[in-house]
């Protein structure tokens, strides 16, 4: 039996947009799924984020305070989905 949708696994990929690449990396070694979903906060998705997104930003010069919304790779569907709905 599937847990309810609430307690499910990926929920605790999820990341608001406004958070840290430090937040980012919490969320990627907390899920363990090698992937951070920033969702709005209408829980819309705006787009991913892996551990390799980080390591480059990193690279380039962000440091761990830096937002996680500027090197995520943004959702550019025509219509955003939103979780949950029908």
Known sequence: MNPPPEKAPWRQALL???????????SLDK????????????????????????????????????QAHEIAHKIRWSRRLRWGAT
């Open 31 to 66: 899920s363990g799924l090698q992937i951070v979903l920033m969702v709005t906060e209408l829980d819309i998705l705006f787009g991913t984020l892996t551990d390799g997104d980080i390591r480059r930003a990193l690279l380039k010069g962000m440091t761990l305070q830096s």
């Open 16 to 26: 608001p947009v406004g958070a840290t690449i430090q937040q980012a990396i919490q």
